[in-house]
């Protein structure tokens, strides 16, 4: 099995920056893509941002501009750095990665899914 582990979430001003990090253990074989997802009160989860193994990117068009994702793959960590964050940011942003598992079938790539961590910005 393969556990992520997210850290980072909390309260901020608008306008303030706070850094999300996701950590990967577990039976890894490789990790494909990364990525961040977000879920407000009352709405779906939806994208913010994703990075493949090799380092490409791609974000929600409502957080370009403002957070940058990463990921070290030695670690098999992804972060998230966000900047200028705005209230509509508010949510419990979730860590998700696309596995090879050695205790699966190897042939195949598990969506695993972090617990949540929450970040609120006030106005």
């Known amino acids: 099995q393969v556990q992520l582990v997210e850290s980072g979430g909390g309260l901020v001003q608008a306008g303030g920056s706070l850094t999300l990090s996701c950590a990967a253990s577990?039976?890894?074989?490789?990790?494909?893509?990364m990525g961040w997802y977000r879920q407000a009160p009352g709405k779906q989860r939806e994208l913010v941002a994703a990075?493949?193994?090799?380092?490409?990117?791609n974000y929600a068009d409502s957080v370009k501009d403002r957070f940058t994702i990463s990921r070290d793959n030695a670690k098999n960590t992804v972060y998230l750095q966000m900047n200028s964050l705005k209230p509509e940011d508010t949510a419990v942003y979730y860590c998700?990665?696309?596995?090879?598992?050695?205790?699966?079938?190897?042939?195949?790539?598990?969506?695993?899914w972090g617990q949540g961590t929450q970040v609120t910005v006030s106005s």
């Open positions: 998700n990665a696309g596995v090879r598992d050695y205790s699966g079938n190897l042939q195949y790539v598990y969506n695993y």
């Open positions: 577990g039976s890894i074989f490789s990790i494909n893509a």
């Open positions: 990075i493949t193994s090799g380092g490409s990117t």
